[in-house]
DNA sequence: CGACTTTTTGAGTCTAGTCAAAACATGTGG
DNA sequence: CCACATGTTTTGACTAGACTCAAAAAGTCG
């Protein structure tokens, strides 16, 4: 039987992406600044500066001293943790609007994971000074921004939960139910996730082997819950994935 | 060879510890207020109330309505979230001027881990609501939240990394380190972790079973890293455990 | 069409989990 | 103060899920 080709349709990244006024819209839309007034919108755009990456290239590294907050402004971005042993942990995929950078570290001095561009992507930088004047100039966006990391340390506490609890079939079942929910589009009677990631991605996100997912994910093909190929996948039944999560074994 | 019986030295929760008195030192000590004039910690203190609560009790449940913050003013707490197969995962161990609670939440609305007594305990508590004036009040505070709340964010991503790249005998060690860097006493030429805690605990920090936790204890004894008995641990070799942790094996 | 990367498959091994039972602490009441 | 009841820890034997190493198959891209 032959296998469907990549069927992602990655946005494509043009210069124009960047530009002064999509910049304001980007940011404008963000739910830290939304509230505010356009005019308090255009002076905080004012303070950010764009930059273009390319697919694999690192945005900063762990450890590195942590100078900027960044926002997605278009295509996807992974952040990850490097092991003594070599192999990564995947932490979060982040699009859309969503930030990365220094706000996960106050109080700390250096970034505590690395960022790699998972597409070619636009991302917009402000430095950590810039961004704690705005934080002192508008409280309710310090009441934003905490909210946003809360409910990252939820997620992340869930990950830890699962990877104590779950055998690596619910881990990776899991993974990609939570990967639906961000990046998922609909594609006949499934969804596809609108990201390219390899076997190796999904070891990194649920502590396993590119071999074990290998084996989990032609299981679940088998099944009939997923589709996949080269560095994408589409989830054919979420239902029976999500009672996979729950009761450990495909039914 | 007669093992040592356990050296805890628990504080004694006696009725005067939460007196006015005492819980205006307390919370004027919190990071989040300290910063705060006399008059205004007055103010926020009268909006606690104090609240006893014995060993193994539940302070609130996993999808309770998330009504209230805590803090800690004598005694451990522990969080931790419950699985569908029943073993628990624990998140953290709490203590000192710790928070806990609807903190975790913001933006939720019920508790996302459940909170027991782990010795028995003087907590303040605070309504939500009055928290949420309070932080509306008084910018530099949510600032402290938000760092605290950053801070608990980055531990927790270090958990996922090592829950996804360690050996039990590697996250065993670090979970060990890691307590004792937050409740070590000095006992002699070793450090006590001044908690009382079973390899039940140990196992459900580390994603592990009771067993496994205790041939790993057995063999760290055997090396002279640890001495260890029922619910107390002594580190005797800060330096081997670390070098473990990073390496990999007992050298 | 090749060269390269990613994915799959296979065989063997080992870490850590399960189940069961014994040994050991701890606290209680006689 | 000792003996017993209870909960915790240790030990043993067995099993299995997942890792490792190695090689073949299948996509992808210039």
Redo the contacts between chains.
């Keep these: 039987m032959p296998r469907p080709k990549s069927p992602l349709r990655l946005d494509w990244v043009d210069p124009e992406v960047c530009s002064l006024e999509y910049r304001l819209k980007i940011i404008g839309r963000l739910p830290f600044f939304k509230h505010l007034p356009a005019e308090a919108i255009s002076k905080i755009n004012a303070l950010f500066h764009d930059r273009d990456v390319s697919t694999d290239e690192r945005i900063y590294f762990e450890g590195d001293e942590a100078g900027h907050l960044y926002l997605v402004a278009m295509g996807k971005v992974k952040l990850v943790?490097n092991?003594?042993?070599g192999?990564d942990?995947l932490?979060d995929i982040l699009h859309g609007e969503d930030y990365f950078g220094s706000?996960?570290?106050?109080?700390?001095r250096v970034y505590?994971?690395t960022a790699v561009a998972q597409t070619d992507c636009c991302i917009l930088q402000i430095s950590s000074a810039d961004f704690e004047n705005i934080?002192?100039d508008y409280?309710d966006v310090?009441?934003k921004?905490?909210?946003?990391?809360?409910?990252?340390?939820?997620e992340?506490?869930?990950?830890?939960?699962q990877?104590?609890?779950?055998t690596v079939e619910q881990r990776i079942a899991s993974a990609l139910l939570r990967l639906a929910g961000k990046l998922g589009e609909a594609r006949g009677r499934g969804v596809l996730i609108q990201l390219p990631f390899s076997r190796q991605d999904l070891a990194?996100m649920?502590?396993s082997t590119t071999e074990t997912v290998s084996r989990v994910m032609s299981r679940f093909a088998e099944d009939g819950l997923v589709k996949s190929g080269r560095k994408w996948v589409t989830i054919m039944d979420t239902q029976r994935l999500e009672e996979l999560v729950?009761?450990?074994a495909v039914n």
């Excluded at 990877?163 to 779950?166: C, E, I, M, R, V």
């Design positions: 943790r092991t003594a042993s192999h942990v932490l706000l996960s570290t106050f109080g700390g505590t994971e934080l002192s409280p310090t009441r921004v905490l909210e946003a990391v809360s409910k990252r340390l939820t992340s506490q869930e990950v830890v939960k990877l104590s609890a779950y990194a649920t502590g729950k009761k450990g």
